[in-house]
């Protein structure tokens, strides 16, 4: 069908919660995407890191296509290698706990504040300034942005919300706190990296009052800032991160994982999700976790990400730049969702806009200088122009 087709369709039928560019997609192969008319872009935004190891990857592939025809659903009644194998290497490969499978991010978020509240009968999750944790209604009141919460008031309740300060996170926890939830890199707010200095502020004040700390890693995680999880960039141990986005190496699928601490929280009975953790999926995110937890690829991530990071600085219009590894950002003194619509259709580069004068940058992690190159030269054309 043309695009043309498909808009009217969107227009009769769909509800209208996206704003979409003019631009059908029909075919992806590493860093490049195609539209129906056969013209090549180049994806430096991974359907918001999800294709983290670019679009079709053959190992993931094959992985879902020998499951897929072989056994797509039974349920958590029963079991399925995929996993529990799966499982065993999320945990093996972070907090050595326990793993709760589900479908998204946001859901992650939903099955750690569960969590997190059934281990203190109770009590208050902290929160910090332009977090983004999801968006049903768990995670929402976990995302203190007036724009998304407002219209669906009444929110849960049992949210405090503070700048993410060292001093602030030291005396929001006390003997009521629940959890503290924090993205190590801010996403959606615009590739805002925590101070350290506020990381071990929380960690100190969570041992002192018995809280949870959970780490939000559904888009810092799974390669994306150089190491297979965020956190172990940091000087700080979570007791429990969620993941999501690139998990599934395009399918979805999310994940709750545990330190030992909280690993036995949950009972049978207690929380559950139909699809979650099913064979297909979970083949697919074994296959994207043996290939991301790689020592040469996350060398690459942190090596062609200073690179970038330094090289973006010197493009046009560019105030400031910010991120790790291959989770970028920028600030400019133009529009970004402007500059972002022009990348789009006159570069054939995709990127996206955070704020009214914010670029990110989320390329796949196997990307090659020359086409890192090429991006940024599209991205200087758009923000010339
Ligand atoms: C995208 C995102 C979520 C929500 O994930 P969904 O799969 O869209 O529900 C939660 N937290 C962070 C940090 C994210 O970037």
Same mark, same amino acid.
């Given at each position: 069908m043309s695009l043309e087709e498909l808009q009217a369709i969107e227009r009769r039928s769909v509800v209208a919660s996206y704003a979409r560019f003019p631009v059908q997609f029909v075919r992806g192969q590493g860093a490049r995407l195609y539209d129906e008319e056969g013209n090549e872009y180049l994806d430096f935004l991974c359907g918001i890191g999800v294709t983290n190891l670019g679009h079709c990857h053959p190992r993931v592939v094959a992985a879902v296509r020998e499951q897929v025809g072989t056994l797509m659903h039974v349920s958590n009644l029963y079991y399925t290698e995929p996993a529990m194998r799966l499982a065993q290497r999320l945990s093996q490969s972070s907090l050595g706990g326990k793993v709760f499978f589900c479908n998204s991010g946001a859901e992650a978020n939903e099955a750690a504040i569960k969590l997190a509240r059934k281990a203190r009968g109770g009590g208050e999750i902290v929160v910090v300034h332009n977090a983004f944790h999801g968006r049903t209604y768990g995670a929402l009141s976990a995302t203190p942005q007036e724009s998304k919460q407002a219209p669906f008031a009444p929110l849960v309740p049992g949210f405090r919300v503070v700048p993410p300060e060292a001093g602030a996170l030291g005396e929001a926890v006390n003997e009521r706190t629940a959890a503290v939830l924090l993205e190590v890199i801010q996403g959606e707010s615009g590739v805002n990296v925590l101070t350290e200095e506020a990381l071990i502020a929380a960690r100190r004040a969570c041992d002192t009052h018995g809280a949870a700390l959970i780490f939000d890693e559904v888009q810092c995680?799974?390669?994306?800032?150089?190491?297979?999880?965020?956190?172990?960039?940091?000087?700080?141990?979570?007791?429990?991160?969620?993941?999501?986005?690139?998990?599934?190496?395009?399918?979805?699928?999310?994940? #709750?994982?545990?330190?030992?601490?909280?690993?036995?929280?949950?009972?049978?009975?207690?929380?559950?999700?139909?699809?979650?953790?099913?064979?297909?999926?979970?083949?697919?995110?074994?296959?994207?976790?043996?290939?991301?937890?790689?020592?040469?690829?996350?060398?690459?991530?942190?090596?062609?990400?200073?690179?970038? #990071?330094?090289?973006?600085?010197?493009?046009?219009?560019?105030?400031?730049?910010?991120?790790?590894? #291959?989770?970028?950002?920028?600030?400019?003194?133009?529009?970004?969702?402007?500059?972002?619509?022009?990348?789009? #259709?006159?570069?054939?580069?995709?990127?996206?806009?955070?704020?009214?004068?914010?670029?990110?940058?989320?390329?796949?992690?196997?990307?090659?200088?020359p086409d890192a190159r090429e991006a940024l030269r599209r991205l200087g054309e758009a923000l010339a122009a």
């Open positions: 995680g799974m390669g994306r800032t150089g190491a297979l999880w965020a956190y172990e960039q940091t000087g700080v141990a979570p007791d429990a991160i969620t993941a999501a986005k690139a998990l599934g190496g395009g399918l979805p699928i999310g994940a #709750l994982i545990t330190g030992p601490r909280l690993a036995d929280v949950f009972a049978p009975g207690d929380h559950g999700s139909t699809f979650a953790g099913g064979p297909v999926v979970a083949s697919a995110a074994l296959a994207a976790l043996e290939l991301t937890d790689d020592p040469k690829l996350l060398a690459h991530v942190r090596e062609l990400g200073g690179w970038m #990071l330094a090289e973006l600085a010197e493009l046009p219009h560019v105030l400031a730049v910010r991120g790790r590894g #291959l989770m970028l950002a920028c600030e400019v003194d133009v529009s970004a969702p402007e500059v972002v619509r022009r990348a789009l #259709l006159e570069q054939r580069l995709v990127v996206n806009a955070t704020g009214p004068t914010t670029i990110r940058l989320l390329p796949p992690l196997i990307v090659t200088e």
